[in-house]
């Protein structure tokens, strides 16, 4: 297709070509995973295998935090506290969950919990201090 430009030249405008088709496949699908270490040079299935050891090292650390977790939670649960510390110690532990939330991370939320941890802190010193 032709037209003419500012100048009065022709300019020439070329259609995309719409009857275009991918070219056919004649491999059939396969619900067989493809090893993709096999297409990795030796530095690529080097730094695979690291990352999968740091992943395997992350979880198995997660799973241990969570088993520490639940015994500290249990040991919470066996008795009522007998002093303001104990109850205290309690109470921070619960304060601590709810920071890791994301509730928490409103900055007016972060301050009250910085602040109510330091109280808690401090009046558990001043009640060590005196017993």
């Given amino acids: 297709m032709d037209q003419t430009g500012q100048n009065g030249a022709a300019i020439s ?3 995309p070509d719409l009857s275009w088709q991918p070219e ?8 067989d995973p493809v090893d993709l270490d096999e297409h ?11 990352r999968r050891q740091r992943l395997h090292e992350f979880q198995a650390d997660q799973a241990a935090l969570r088993r520490r977790q639940e015994e500290l939670e ?5 008795a009522p506290a007998e002093t303001w510390p104990e109850a205290a110690a309690k109470a921070q532990y619960l ?5 890791a939330t994301p509730e928490a991370q409103n900055p007016r939320h972060k301050k009250l919990i910085a602040h109510a941890l330091d109280d808690l802190t401090r009046l558990c010193d001043r009640a060590k201090e005196h017993s």
Avoid: N, V, W
């Fill in 24 to 31: 056919e496949r004649h491999e059939a699908m396969t619900d």
């Fill in 95 to 99: 304060i601590q969950l709810f920071a």
């Fill in 74 to 78: 249990k040991l919470l649960l066996a």
């Fill in 40 to 50: 990795r040079g030796m530095a690529g299935q080097i730094a695979t295998d690291i």
């Fill in 13 to 15: 405008i070329k259609r």
